[in-house]
């Protein structure tokens, strides 16, 4: 029997943070999500969300746009850096609505306008949470689905050539445009702000190896796939796999996935690095 994908933490136990510097509709909220059923911590500015971020899991943040000091946009900006996954519905009053949808556009799945009716907030939230528990399983599934790709061994059809002296083998250190790939530790770092360092899969280091050999050359699904794995694969199998490890790789190297400026789609084309 297979093994069942983790369920992510259900929505009445979900935590929450909230964000407001206004003391009042900070407390009445914390109280009633608190009776909502979730965990609900909270927070008077953005400087100490941040830090309560650095220290906690959370699931979901419910954050004012117009604050004191450092407002809700520069918050939602490097909370993002810090956690990824992290759902944040914006309050907002009328006046800033504007800056709101600016907002959801980017970092804030929804947003609020004050005041807000009880239900709007419970039905607001359950739905953020509800799409973030199925977009991690959807992610629990790629993973599982890319390990099984990484440690089974797929004969494919080998490319056949003519016997050829050997070549040398492939330099260890593939450097292009932000990123330094070291192929025997299997670990990319991107240079820039923010820094990061990602360990890869034998796959994923295959692949991000071979856009970086190419940087700026668009590859079809089946190029890049025989580039990397040294075999060929009939159509379709090229691009599941290569979709599944540029989603991968993006997730891990890009500090917006759903709009990648290092790994480009050229549609119907394919895919390629881009070093500018």
Same mark, same amino acid.
């Given at each position: 029997?297979?093994?069942? #994908?983790?369920?992510?933490?259900?929505?009445?136990?979900?935590?929450?943070?909230?964000?407001?510097?206004?003391?009042?509709?900070?407390?009445? #909220?914390?109280?009633?999500?608190?009776?909502?059923?979730?965990?609900?911590?909270?927070?008077?500015? =953005?400087?100490?969300?941040?830090?309560?971020?650095?220290?906690?899991?959370?699931?979901?943040?419910?954050?004012?746009?117009?604050?004191?000091?450092?407002?809700?946009?520069?918050?939602?900006?490097?909370?993002?850096?810090?956690?990824?996954?992290?759902?944040?519905?914006?309050?907002?009053?009328?006046?800033? #609505?504007?800056?709101?949808?600016?907002?959801?556009?980017?970092?804030?799945?929804?947003?609020?306008?004050?005041?807000?009716?009880?239900?709007?907030?419970?039905?607001?939230?359950?739905?953020?949470?509800?799409?973030?528990?199925? /977009?991690?399983?959807?992610?629990?599934?790629?993973?599982?689905?890319?390990?099984?790709?990484?440690?089974?061994?797929?004969?494919?059809?080998?490319?056949?050539?003519?016997?050829?002296?050997?070549?040398?083998?492939?330099?260890?250190?593939?450097?292009?445009?932000?990123?330094?790939?070291?192929?025997?530790?299997?670990?990319?770092?991107?240079?820039?702000?923010?820094?990061?360092?990602?360990?890869?899969?034998?796959?994923?280091?295959?692949?991000?190896?071979?856009?970086?050999?190419?940087?700026?050359?668009?590859?079809?699904?089946?190029?890049?796939?025989?580039?990397?794995?040294?075999?060929?694969?009939?159509?379709? /199998?090229?691009?599941?796999?290569?979709?599944?490890?540029?989603?991968?790789?993006?997730?891990?190297?890009?500090?917006?996935?759903?709009?990648?400026?290092?790994?480009?789609?050229?549609?119907?084309? =394919?895919?390629?690095?881009?070093?500018?």
């Amino acid at each position: 029997m297979s093994e069942a #994908l983790p369920h992510p933490r259900s929505n009445l136990r979900a935590r929450l943070l909230v964000v407001d510097d206004e003391a009042n509709l900070r407390t009445g #909220l914390r109280d009633l999500l608190s009776l909502m059923g979730y965990q609900v911590d909270e927070a008077a500015s =953005g400087h100490e969300a941040l830090h309560l971020l650095e220290s906690t899991p959370y699931d979901l943040m419910v954050l004012d746009i117009r604050m004191p000091g450092m407002d809700g946009v520069e918050v939602m900006h490097r909370a993002r850096q810090m956690c990824p996954d992290l759902s944040i519905i914006v309050l907002t009053a009328h006046a800033s #609505l504007e800056s709101a949808i600016a907002a959801v556009k980017t970092d804030a799945v929804d947003y609020m306008l004050k005041p807000f009716d009880v239900e709007d907030l419970a039905s607001t939230v359950s739905q953020a949470l509800k799409a973030r528990a199925e /977009e991690l399983r959807h992610q629990q599934l790629l993973n599982l689905i890319g390990s099984a790709l990484d440690t089974l061994d797929r004969p494919g059809k080998r490319i056949h050539t003519a016997p050829s002296p050997p070549s040398a083998p492939p330099e260890r250190i593939v450097t292009a445009g932000p990123l330094t790939l070291d192929r025997h530790k299997r670990l990319v770092a991107r240079h820039g702000e923010p820094p990061l360092t990602a360990e890869l899969t034998e796959g994923e280091t295959s692949v991000l190896a071979a856009l970086m050999e190419h940087a700026n050359q668009v590859l079809s699904c089946g190029q890049l796939m025989r580039a990397a794995m040294g075999y060929e694969l009939n159509e379709q /199998e090229a691009q599941n796999q290569a979709r599944l490890y540029v989603f991968r790789l993006r997730r891990k190297l890009e500090t917006t996935p759903e709009s990648p400026q290092l790994i480009r789609t050229v549609r119907g084309r =394919g895919y390629f690095l881009s070093t500018s």
